[in-house]
């Protein structure tokens, strides 16, 4: 079982920055990244952003390139989203999650909503 704790979110005005945290535990031994998605209401998930742990290499949704950013702490097994530039399409509850090799875990934290006020 995988434990996934995301923090941060909250409302902020357009053009403003928030820093996402997700902390995993539990059976993440054979994770192979760490990403980010998201769900706006009456939209489906979507990934925004993933990392890679050997590597340290970067995925980004088109939206959020260069305004997004993924980074990692491999020993304290967190991924971080830094989010500036905010736009009111950014709104959603914002959930992270391991790719366990053969794919994404099938378990999901709590999310951290995002508002951003235009």
């Known amino acids: 079982q995988v434990q996934l704790v995301e923090s941060g979110g909250g409302l902020v005005q357009a053009g403003g920055s928030l820093r996402l945290s997700c902390a995993a535990s539990g059976r993440t031994f054979s994770s192979n990244a760490m990403g980010w998605f998201r769900q706006a209401p009456g939209k489906e998930r979507e990934r925004v952003a993933t990392?890679?742990?050997?590597?340290?290499?970067?995925y980004y949704k088109d939206s959020v390139k260069g305004r997004f950013t993924i980074s990692r702490d491999n020993a304290k097994n967190t991924v971080s989203l830094q989010m500036n530039s905010l736009k009111p399409e950014d709104t959603a509850v914002y959930y992270c999650?391991?790719?366990?090799?053969?794919?994404?875990?099938?378990?999901w934290g709590q999310g951290t909503q995002v508002t951003v006020s235009s």
């Open positions: 990392i890679w742990w050997s590597t340290g290499s970067t």
């Open positions: 999650n391991v790719y366990l090799g053969t794919g994404w875990s099938d378990y």
